[in-house]
């Protein structure tokens, strides 16, 4: 219906591929009346419109049973003169029974929005209602009713006389029973043009796939396994299996699961199922537009248009996502202050006309981007070197758009023309002039590595001129490097400064002590110079940005609910409080495990130091008896008389003994504790399912508070950890 633009590429959004219209035979609510132009029609509409842009998704599609009715009037109703208008895309559907062994099973089909309404007619007319043996139609569907016997229509709550004598009854009862015949079902998808038609099956959902028994029913079950793109589901182990990722429910089992597949992902999505307009909030059976069962949200990373759907189905595992929120958009929300929200250049004003160049450029860009493509000349490295610019990249001498015999010309012009503006996602901006290039004291917050600097790095290494690239590859090394290995060092000369210091020692221990001394006094003054204050200053104001950022984003503490849980929901909340301090001791004496074996590394690397400083102190006093031996003989004295020299090693020998055995142990209980991890995450997802809504959600409201804390608690730090707010006394 209408195609949400974004220049932003794909994004995460909700989508909801199953909702109901007052066309559907189970709609709750106010129905449409036969006469598809009456008022009461077009305010149902209008309804429905302010109804689907107030909800949050940004994508619906309509799935009412046997009938296009409720799209039909949406599109004639948004043709009108004063019809509102309609912000989100809207795919038509159709949700249909076929004919299955033993259980009634339900079956959708999603159409682009651009198909045209004779193809839809036309596939309504593929499909053979079984019995009657009529294409689907609401005279097949009355007939069908008629049809069959008084048993059947009792079973469902029908009177044979009503049937008889009113069609409304007659196709209500109709839309009740009938089922469609399956060969039809699956040639009629095969016969729209143009690809327009997407088969959608619920799998372990109301009336799904799961319910057929495939070992005795194994061809029909796998013939719908494997003519359909999308299935409905909301559990995690299934939702894995369909698009082949591996978690601890499936692993036993997702290899056969994904052969009967074809070794084809599928896309897995949960729809909301909504019969009515508004639902009540937290009430799974009064749900309206958007509202998931059970939080499972349906989150899908492509445009919000039938050819972004076809894209999630080609890469279901990158591009669809089930839950609260995907693990990107959690990100971003935590950390606002390292992602760009867009740039923008335009031209200073007054500025005579010499040319629009860049001006009233503006870029949105996606926080997934990671290439930029395009012809020679197209703009890729002005771009590159604008956001490098505007994001203090050290990197000035290699900018190639923005330099003096391009872009800024002899005489800055044009560059100086233009006002270059970095937004961030925590709402902070970066604006400057393209000819000013940043002062030494202000944080990096991009890093650039433009082609010169490459090309520098690698031909000066090789032809011995710079060691630019050893230095860059030792930063690389450096920064993959763990606390047990680094032991408090700030960089990779540091670490390399402690690791040979003894050796070191070695060579000249008063040229190492002179060359420390000087190291103290020129870090010193460094450190006493404005722009070291200043730099220092601006990182701590970008640590306190981070830390206002998380505490915007606090969860706000959800009470305990009130309402009287059933004995296996009261178990289960029991055992989820259990399981939760379980974890969150586990948690504890993880990170107790780590700062012991950092610890240990420590003892470790002591005892080597201190073994070898004791060697240097033997060979220092056996070099001092030789050389003092002369000296001695003249004065008739001997070594012991003036020095002594008494060592013992077996106390750090001990230590050191008991140093490996320390670190087996923890590794063992670090896998211990992993494993009764695993399995208290896996009783509590399962313990989770058996809450009712507000229990669950307070459930999740206690694990968010407790991750909250979590990065909280890594932002404020504490005296000895490097780049954390409390760890400020370099400030």
């Not at 730099?535 to 998380?550: G, N, P, S, Y």
């Not at 670190?663 to 995450?681: G, H, I, M, T, W």
Request: with cysteine; hydrophobic share 40%.
């Amino acid at each position: 219906m209408t195609s949400e633009r974004t220049e932003r590429g794909s994004e995460w959004r909700k989508w909801d591929l199953h909702i109901h219209t007052p066309a559907s035979f189970h709609w709750t609510g106010q129905k449409f009346d036969p006469d598809p132009t009456s008022k009461a029609n077009a305010a149902l509409v209008d309804e429905m419109i302010n109804a689907l842009n107030e909800a949050e998704p940004a994508v619906f599609a309509l799935m009412d049973y046997w009938t296009f009715d409720g799209w039909f009037a949406l599109k004639r109703r948004l043709s009108e003169a004063g019809a509102p208008k309609l912000m989100k895309t809207v795919f038509p559907g159709i949700e249909l029974r076929l004919a299955a062994p033993t259980v009634r099973l339900n079956a959708h089909v999603l159409f682009s929005d651009d198909v045209a309404d004779q193809n839809l007619l036309d596939f309504k007319s593929a499909l053979q209602v079984e019995i009657v043996a009529r294409p689907l139609s609401d005279a097949s569907l009355i007939e069908l009713a008629r049809k069959v016997g008084e048993d059947k229509l009792k079973h469902h709550g029908f009177k044979k006389a009503d049937i008889d004598s009113d069609d409304s009854q007659a196709l209500l009862a109709g839309s009740t029973i009938a089922e469609i015949n399956c060969e039809s079902y699956k040639l009629a998808i095969e016969k729209v043009p143009s690809g327009q038609a997407v088969g959608f099956m619920p799998f372990d959902t109301s009336d799904g796939l799961a319910e057929v028994k495939w070992r005795d029913h194994y061809a029909y079950f796998l013939g719908l396994f494997k003519t359909s793109p999308i299935f409905e589901s909301r559990n995690t182990d299934l939702r894995g299996a369909f698009v082949n990722e591996t978690t601890p429910g499936n692993a036993k089992w997702i290899k056969h699961f994904q052969a009967g597949l074809g070794n084809v992902p599928r896309l897995v999505v949960s729809g909301s199922d909504a019969h009515r307009f508004k639902g009540t909030k937290g009430d799974n059976d009064k749900r309206g537009y958007g509202d998931y069962p059970s939080g499972k949200v349906t989150w899908i990373k492509a445009d919000p248009t039938f050819r972004g759907l076809l894209q999630a189905i080609m890469e279901p595992a990158k591009r669809s996502f089930i839950g609260e929120r995907p693990q990107k958009l959690s990100e971003i929300a935590e950390n606002k202050t390292f992602f760009i929200d867009e740039i923008e250049v335009k031209k200073n004003a007054g500025v005579p006309a010499t040319g629009t160049w860049l001006d009233g450029c503006k870029l949105p860009l996606n926080p997934d981007l990671v290439a930029i493509i395009g012809n020679k000349g197209s703009g890729k490295s002005a771009l590159a070197d604008v956001i490098a610019l505007l994001g203090n990249s050290r990197q000035k001498a290699h900018f190639s758009f923005l330099k003096k015999d391009r872009f800024r010309g002899k005489s800055g012009e044009p560059a100086r023309h233009f006002i270059g503006t970095l937004s961030w996602c925590d709402s902070s901006s970066e604006q400057r002039n393209l000819n000013d290039d940043p002062s030494s004291d202000k944080v990096e917050l991009v890093r650039y590595i433009p082609q010169g600097h490459f090309e520098e790095l690698c031909n000066e290494h090789v032809s011995g001129r710079s060691n630019a690239f050893e230095r860059e590859l030792r930063a690389v090394i450096f920064s993959h490097a763990g606390e047990s290995i680094r032991l408090g060092a700030l960089d990779f000369d540091q670490l390399i400064e402690q690791q040979e210091s003894s050796f070191r020692d070695q060579l000249s221990e008063f040229r190492k002590d002179l060359k420390k001394l000087n190291e103290e006094i020129a870090g010193i003054e460094d450190q006493l110079q404005p722009e070291m204050k200043r730099a220092l200053q601006e990182l701590l104001t970008q640590k306190k940005k981070q830390i206002d950022e998380l505490v915007k984003i606090k969860p706000e503490a959800v009470p305990k609910p009130a309402e009287e849980l059933s004995p296996e929901q009261q178990d289960a909340a029991a055992a989820l409080d259990t399981i939760a301090t379980k974890l969150k001791d586990l948690e504890q004496r993880a990170n107790a495990n780590a700062a012991s074996e950092s610890l240990l590394a420590r003892k470790l690397k002591a005892t080597q130091n201190l073994r070898e400083r004791m060697r240097l102190l033997e060979r220092t006093y056996k070099q001092f008896q030789e050389e003092a031996a002369k000296e001695l003989e003249v004065l008739g004295l001997k070594v012991g008389d003036i020095a002594n020299l008494s060592l013992n090693s077996q106390p750090i020998d001990q230590i050191a003994t008991s140093i490996p055995v320390d670190q087996e142990a923890l590794k063992a209980v670090a896998a211990k504790d992993v494993v009764e991890k695993v399995k208290l995450q896996s009783d509590q997802a399962a313990l989770n399912a058996k809450l009712n809504a507000p229990q669950l959600l307070y459930q999740n409201n206690l694990k968010s508070l407790e991750d909250w804390s979590v990065k909280h608690s890594e932002l404020i730090g504490a005296s000895d950890a490097p780049e954390t707010f409390t760890n400020k006394s370099v400030y």
